[in-house]
């Protein structure tokens, strides 16, 4: 049963005034086979938590369990956990086969039994016609593949990936996010995934940390997140297009800043928000409507078969009535 | 266990092999032979005392030294200009797309495969005065080679040296400008032949200073290369001919069979720092390239 | 038509210019051998001795008995491999701590390291003697070998080639419970094959050529000597038997032609290590 646990974790680079701080006080539970996604956005501090997990770094404070251990002083072998690096950081001169025999190699395990672990975690990944060759002979998509072969054939109780599907290109991104969730629907271990991409971030995570400067904004499920937002830095992180965000005073009280996602953003003649429209861009599915009210930009998303007004045009918006997210507005914390 | 100390032991083991033969065998004579250089010895050199720092002055002003030194600074003007204009010359020659043109890049680079010792022992032979095949075929050009030979004639010894210096270090510099013509970059002359350029105007404004830093290093190796001349001397004239002995290096007069300091440790040990010294000198130079190329290298 | 006409002209003129620095870089060898293929009374009649005929390995056999060249060879061969192997090994490790080691003093340590790079072989050769002579090692291997066996340009270069190696591949070792050694024999080793392999090439011909030290630390003993100094004693007989020096020079000088032919690229490439920029 591993569950990993984070204990007021802190991470500093650097000392005295040239400090500058990665993580800040983060505490965060991921239960035994969860598929938490760590998410924010680049240099929010979400690799360095995982890194701290690994043990490829030392916290400056708080601890890290994994199971009922406290890893803090636990050399990364003995961690029961295994790591897919963003670059794969597959051995160029090993085979397919000898790349992912090799922890088991390390580990002192026979010749035979490591062959044959190493064929079924290939068979899992469908890397058997590639075994013979070498990284540099694969594809992107089958690199990856081995670089995850290579870390279920260990069978870790912990299974780490940092920005694993960053190095693909869009169509493989989305195949290969599909094959990850089902690899974790299939073995025992508890997933935990650093991502920017809040696509991979909805689709494939049992659970979200969003990050953002080091400390941690909301933890929730991807709906949850979505639904209510804890801040307005996830409330504008997360969605495509993103929320709007009107400032203070514009739709109540000075105090709050209002939120509204672009699909709850109605054309309502007469609406209370007047805005001229900027720009229109038809997705096929859906048209988004881009306006500008009194310097503030906002999205509204349209029924292509509904009326579409021309750039140019003064338009009138309501919000959907409940959909309005309100948020503090000098902490930014959730109001409503 | 504190992580971050815990490399300790085997940056330990993994250092210990280099850094002790290093101590050994380069910086323990290094100091060494600075403090014996204090010492003056009499002409047996079993018996000496100290004098100080003093002592480097007296043999820096020393005759012998004065003379080695003139003879070392004289070779370098005659082995460096002309090995640096060679090699640009056969690299530019063997710088074009031409059918064969790597065998004629193997030829040129040919001379780095001989030795101090074969190439000098070459060119002794073919100027051997009477039975040398130069000695020969141009003695009717050069009547002085017929006898008693270029390197026993006071006059062209040092030249003599330096020909077969300058024929030996051929294939290294041609090898490296090689390499550094290959590295400028294709559009730039591409760019500057349709800036309306002619030949000789891209090779001065875009082959010159693009490979101005190699020619730098390429400039700096020759230097020292003729500052620590022995080889050569021992095999070619042995530092003669005598009395004149105008093919004394530095290295010929601390290291030399036949020289007058072979059995005073303290001289030689100071002719030793004071080399040491002027090998640092250029080294500086050497650097201060270093510099320069990174600033415009990328 | 002209234009056609007058780029053949240049184009012979640079062939012809290009045969001609050939014929004149390759003539003091090409002399040397044909001497040394006659027998002697024909290599000193010039310029018959230029041409190639009446050839004989004669002289190449003489000079092969009189200088004890098969020893001598032997000596080089031997004397070469083990400082090729010492110098590979030490740079590895060195290098390996240097890039991949944290340890206090590690900045100031790698500094003080390539400063030695400016001390000449010419200024320690002075003491280096008397060392050598006090550890009893004056005519033997071990003075030969043991001074040769660390270098501070190997490490500097092969520290060059892991530091570039990509970070996260020690870091999926690290995981995986990879030691020192292992990674550095199983990964960092094997991506530095083409350098290790430049470096090794190198440090054979330097130790093969090598005059100096040889000529210091070994005094006239044939059993240890290496063929760069047993030259010189072919040169010190009877003038009238010059031709035994082109004999010796042959032998000595053929197998590193045949490593240049063969090894051409990574010998340009440890030659240009540092020298080009890219």
């Not at chain 1, 949850?224 to 997360?238: G, H, L, M, N, S």
């Not at chain 2, 001379?111 to 100027?127: G, N, P």
């Not at chain 3, 340009?153 to 060059?160: E, I, M, N, T, Y």
């Not at chain 3, 030259?231 to 009238?240: P, W």
């Amino acid at each position: 049963m591993a569950q990993v646990r984070l204990e007021h974790i802190t991470k500093r680079f650097g000392d005295g005034s040239e400090a500058v701080t990665a993580v800040d006080d983060v505490t965060l539970q991921i239960e035994h086979h969860e598929f938490m996604i760590l998410l924010g956005p680049s240099g929010c501090g979400k690799s360095t938590l995982l890194r701290m997990v690994a043990g490829l770094e030392d916290p400056t404070a708080g601890d890290v369990f994994i199971g009922d251990r406290r890893v803090n002083d636990v050399e990364p072998k003995q961690r029961d956990i295994a790591m897919v690096f963003q670059s794969y950081a597959l051995y160029p001169h090993k085979t397919v086969a000898a790349n992912i025999e090799f922890p088991l190699k390390v580990r002192g395990v026979g010749k035979a039994e490591r062959a044959a672990e190493a064929l079924r975690a290939a068979e899992v990944l469908g890397l058997e016609p590639q075994m013979k060759r070498k990284p540099g002979q694969l594809s992107g998509g089958q690199r990856q593949r081995v670089a995850l072969a290579r870390a279920i054939v260990r069978n870790p109780a912990v299974f780490l990936m940092d920005e694993p599907l960053s190095n693909l290109d869009a169509k493989l991104r989305g195949d290969t996010r599909a094959e990850l969730v089902d690899l974790h629907r299939r073995i025992d271990s508890t997933f935990l995934y650093v991502t920017h991409d809040q696509v991979e971030a909805m689709t494939m995570g049992s659970r979200v940390a969003v990050l953002s400067d080091g400390r941690l904004q909301q933890v929730g499920t991807p709906q949850e997140v979505y639904d209510r937002p804890a801040t307005a830095f996830v409330a504008q992180f997360i969605g495509t297009p993103p929320m709007n965000m009107l400032p203070p005073g514009m739709l109540g009280s000075d105090a709050v800043q209002v939120g509204i996602r672009p699909e709850h953003l109605r054309l309502t003649p007469g609406g209370e928000l007047h805005a001229i429209v900027k720009q229109v861009e038809h997705l096929g599915h859906e048209v988004l409507l881009f306006a500008d009210a009194n310097g503030t930009r906002l999205i509204s998303r349209l029924d292509p078969s509904s009326f579409v007004p021309e750039v140019g045009d003064p338009v009138a918006f309501d919000a959907e009535p409940g959909r309005l997210h309100r948020f503090d507005a000098t902490s930014g914390e959730r109001v409503s | 266990m504190n992580r971050r100390l815990r490399d300790v032991p085997w940056a330990i083991v993994m250092l210990l092999p280099s850094i002790a033969l290093i101590a050994v065998w380069t910086v323990y004579p290094l100091v060494k032979a600075i403090q014996k250089g204090h010492l003056r010895c009499d002409v047996t050199g079993t018996k000496c005392r100290d004098a100080g720092w003093g002592r480097y002055w007296d043999v820096f002003t020393s005759a012998e030294f004065q003379h080695a030194l003139g003879v070392s600074l004289k070779l370098m003007v005659l082995t460096v200009p002309v090995g640096l204009l060679l090699g640009i010359g056969l690299a530019v020659l063997a710088d074009k797309h031409l059918r064969g043109i790597g065998v004629f890049r193997t030829i040129f680079s040919s001379t780095v495969a001989t030795s101090v010792a074969v190439a000098s022992l070459v060119w002794f032979t073919l100027l051997q005065p009477q039975i040398g095949v130069f000695a020969d075929m141009f003695s009717g050009w050069f009547p002085v080679v017929k006898n008693p030979g270029l390197l026993n004639d006071a006059n062209t010894a040092l030249p003599a040296v330096a020909l077969s210096s300058i024929w030996a270090n051929l294939g290294f510099t041609f090898i490296i400008i090689t390499a550094a013509l290959q590295s400028v970059p294709r559009d730039l002359y591409e760019s500057a032949f349709v800036d309306g350029a002619g030949s000789v105007r891209r090779f001065t404004n875009v082959t010159i200073p693009m490979i101005a830093p190699t020619l730098l290093f390429v400039g700096v190796v020759l230097t020292t290369r003729a500052l620590q001349t022995y080889g050569e001397i021992a095999l070619l004239t042995g530092g003669g001919p005598n009395p004149e002995k105008p093919t004394t290096t530095i290295p010929y007069l601390i290291y030399g069979r036949n020289s007058l300091i072979s059995n005073d440790l303290g001289t030689k040990s100071a002719a030793a720092v004071l080399l040491f010294l002027l090998s640092l000198v250029l080294a500086l130079v050497q650097f201060r390239g270093l510099e320069k190329r990174v600033h415009y290298g990328r | 038509m002209a234009a056609d006409t007058v780029r053949g002209v240049r184009k012979a003129g640079r062939y012809g210019l290009l045969v001609f620095v050939a014929v004149v870089v390759l003539f003091p060898i090409y002399a040397v051998v044909m001497q040394a293929l006659k027998s002697g009374p024909d290599s000193l009649d010039h310029p018959r001795s230029l041409l190639p005929v009446d050839l004989t390995l004669s002289t190449i056999s003489a000079a092969w008995d009189q200088g004890d060249l098969g020893r001598l060879l032997l000596n080089s061969v031997f004397v070469s491999i083990m400082v090729t192997i010492g110098v590979v090994v030490t740079s590895l490790l060195a290098a390996y701590a240097f890039a991949f080691l944290q340890f206090p003093l590690r900045g100031p340590l790698f500094i003080a390291f390539l400063a030695t790079m400016l001390v000449p072989s010419e200024v320690t050769v002075v003491i280096n003697e008397r060392t050598a002579d006090s550890l009893g090692w004056i005519n033997s291997y071990q003075g030969l070998i043991v001074p040769s066996l660390a270098s501070t340009f190997g490490v500097f270069l092969v520290r060059q080639v892991f530091l570039q190696l990509p970070g996260e591949l020690r870091e999926a070792a690290a995981l995986d419970g990879v030691g020192h050694l292992r990674f550095l024999w199983e990964v960092a080793a094997p991506l530095s094959r083409p350098t290790l392999g430049a470096l090794g090439l190198f440090t054979f011909l330097g130790t093969w050529n090598a005059y100096l030290w040889p000529s210091q630390v070994i005094r006239g003993d044939r059993a240890h000597e290496t063929i760069q100094i047993g030259l010189e004693r072919l040169k010190n007989n009877d003038i009238s038997k010059i031709n035994l020096v082109t004999g010796g020079l042959v032998v000595a000088a053929l197998p590193i032609f045949i490593m240049l032919v063969l090894f051409q690229r990574q010998l340009v490439r440890g030659l240009t290590a540092g020298a080009v920029k890219g």
